[in-house]
């Protein structure tokens, strides 16, 4: 009986989502409804639920966690003020000149905005709002300025300092732990480990984007054309540097391992601060809008994180993770467990965001694959790869309803779904890609690191 609710627990979830529910309070209550039933078969005991208070205290204690809000503070200011706008003006006068010249510059910004949003659908739709008018108006190819648009807006998985790596980090440092393998339970080794070992993964990711892009330009640059932007070299230059400073210190501080995440990421916000501040763009209406945005963020995100804890402590009292721990390793042959869970992530991708799917899937299907001999460090990088594919691929990947939506905010009726569909595909080539071998070859993960 025990086996069978457990079995039962993510299925239900997945059922009740796309009736609209939060979904924090849905994996809360799905949790606190197959506990009430486990007490009335007499398979679970409801004093399990006493542990919850000492989990909240020390998910508020936790170093790694404290660094999201701060990032989210980072993206805030930049999307709030006219930062992120003026730094896309600014490369597309640099790079307007020439065709899918603004299709770069939407791929730089992207790079910065993107790991600072704290969800996919919240970085499509900024980025898209942000950068799809412009393309539009400059002639761009519908199907090609949704596609980029759209894929960009994914970087925020897998680009350090990304809010999903930090999530990633804790839930595979919670991984490590429970196999009681040694060398794995100090978070700052792993965090710093995980972000070296994106660092392959991320530059063939962007390479294969560029390579789109390029392909674009000198094959088919009718439909990517030229626009230039007037701006003076001075005024441009003041756009550009800041933002990439802050985040090119920000994410130095972190690799080089000199400071913690969470001192980092304070100083990434009081630099952008400063700077908004020296813009006069940071007015106290302005920052009480990026302090009730971030505050709405993070006081979901965290009440998200606290209702997956809720959720695994009632799966693992049924017996739940024995359960997957057995299906994985017994069941199926060590060389086909680790493509059978990720294909399996594929799909929940379909329906969850990548922060749900981090809390509830990760803690249960990746420590089998540890104690299969899997290298944690090559695993995590995995998740986060194959996250990010799956919201790009159609005809249910996450981030394109997003876009779907903010055709619809723009009014840009011309685009349909299948023209969102067509524009993603090549980049969702580039992801397969990547992620075949990243799967193939551990060493683009693993090579770095272990070179510090």
Do not use: C
Request: no cysteine.
């Amino acid at each position: 009986m025990a086996a069978l609710l457990a079995a039962l627990m993510f299925p239900t979830v997945l059922a009740i989502l796309p009736l609209g529910f939060p979904v924090a309070f849905t994996v809360l209550g799905v949790a606190l409804v197959y506990a009430v039933l486990g007490q009335l078969a007499g398979v679970f005991d409801l004093h399990l639920l006493s542990a919850l208070p000492i989990r909240v205290l020390n998910l508020m204690d936790n170093d790694i966690l404290q660094a999201i809000p701060l990032f989210i503070y980072v993206g805030a200011v930049m999307e709030r003020t006219q930062m992120a706008r003026d730094l896309l003006g600014s490369l597309a006068s640099a790079l307007g000149r020439r065709p899918a010249g603004l299709a770069l510059a939407t791929l730089v910004v992207g790079l910065l905005l993107a790991p600072t949003t704290g969800a996919i659908g919240a970085t499509v739709v900024a980025l898209g709002l942000l950068a799809l008018p412009p393309m539009l108006s400059a002639g761009y190819d519908r199907s090609f300025a949704a596609g980029i648009a759209t894929a960009v807006g994914t970087l925020g998985v897998v680009l350090p300092p990304s809010i999903i790596l930090i999530l990633v980090t804790d839930q595979m440092r919670i991984a490590v732990a429970a196999v009681q393998l040694p060398g794995g339970a100090t978070s700052a080794f792993l965090m710093r480990k995980l972000y070296l070992g994106m660092v392959g993964p991320v530059a063939l990711v962007v390479v294969g984007y560029l390579a789109v892009v390029l392909w674009r330009a000198v094959r088919r640059p009718d439909t990517v054309p030229a626009h230039p932007y007037a701006q003076s070299a001075g005024r441009a230059l003041l756009n550009i540097v800041p933002p990439l400073a802050i985040f090119a210190v920000t994410l130095y501080a972190i690799l080089s391992g000199r400071v913690y995440t969470v001192e980092a990421a304070g100083g990434a916000a009081i630099a952008i601060t400063a700077w908004a501040l020296v813009r006069r763009e940071l007015t106290l209406r302005a920052l009480g809008d990026v302090v009730r945005l971030v505050t709405r963020i993070s006081g979901a995100l965290f009440l998200l994180i606290m209702a997956a804890g809720t959720f695994s402590l009632v799966f693992r009292g049924f017996g739940g993770d024995r359960l997957a721990r057995d299906l994985i390793t017994t069941t199926l042959p060590p060389e086909a467990a680790v493509p059978a869970v990720f294909a399996a992530l594929v799909v929940f991708g379909f329906f969850l965001d990548a922060i749900e799917i981090v809390f509830l899937v990760v803690p249960v299907a990746v420590p089998p694959l540890i104690a299969l001999g899997g290298d944690p460090l090559w695993l995590g990088v995995l998740v986060a790869l194959t996250l990010q594919t799956s919201f790009l691929l159609p005809p249910a990947g996450f981030a394109i309803f997003f876009m779907d939506q903010v055709r619809r905010n723009i009014g840009a009726d011309e685009i349909t779904m299948f023209t969102i569909y067509r524009g993603v595909l090549p980049f969702a080539a580039v992801q397969i890609l990547v992620l075949a071998a990243v799967l193939t070859w551990p060493v683009i993960a693993t090579w770095l690191p272990g070179q510090t």
